[in-house]
């Protein structure tokens, strides 16, 4: 009888398995953009290239299929600005509290950057990741926060999460 039910158990779970795995489909351009427009409802681009702002944030996201890339990236200021205390500052950050998003330097700028698979992305990741960018660059020259959690172990303790909730909200419908 045990070995029935442990049967009868082990087939319902892989049924399960198999069912939640039917029903996630990878994401692509078409369904990043339909994420997108609640974010902004006229972004300029195209699929794979998209230009959004958010609040007078210039806000670009990038795919490629091919590749399984997206990101998702925000211009700060010209690199050429940045001195050794600040580098430093921004590198702490990467460890503590940029979390998902983290500050990059490429082409003589400073971004705010989130880069993920493209077909293993979600919902709640994609938006997670968009807050995480806006609020890097929010925060840059504050408290260098993505506005979600902070690893406790670096330098960083201070918290910046309203710009964070606002894009999880907004996007999200919650």
């Known amino acids: 009888?045990?070995?029935?039910i442990k049967f009868i158990l082990s087939?319902?779970?892989l049924t399960l398995i198999h069912?939640?795995?039917a029903e996630a489909s990878p994401m692509n351009n078409k369904k990043l953009h339909e994420l997108i427009t609640r974010i902004d409802a006229k972004p300029t681009?195209?699929?794979g290239y998209w230009e959004i702002k958010y609040k007078k944030i210039p806000v670009y996201i990038i795919t490629s299929e091919k590749a399984n890339r997206m990101r998702i990236i925000s211009p700060i200021e010209t690199s050429e600005n940045l001195k050794k205390e600040k580098l430093y500052r921004i590198m702490q950050a990467n460890f503590d509290s940029a979390l998902d998003a983290r500050y990059a330097i490429a082409k003589g700028k400073l971004w705010s950057a989130f880069i993920h698979p493209l077909s293993e992305l979600n919902?709640?990741?994609?938006?997670s990741g968009l807050a995480q960018t806006i609020t890097l660059v929010k925060s840059y020259g504050e408290t260098y926060s993505s506005g979600a959690l902070i690893f406790k172990g670096g330098d960083s303790d201070d918290l910046n999460?309203?710009?964070y909730n606002d894009v999880l909200k907004k996007g999200l419908k919650i």
Not at 123 to 127: I, L
């Open 1 to 4: 009888m045990k070995n029935h």
């Open 11 to 13: 087939i319902l779970f």
């Open 19 to 21: 069912v939640s795995f």
């Open 45 to 47: 681009g195209q699929l």
């Open 123 to 127: 919902e709640e990741q994609f938006f």
């Open 161 to 163: 999460n309203k710009t």
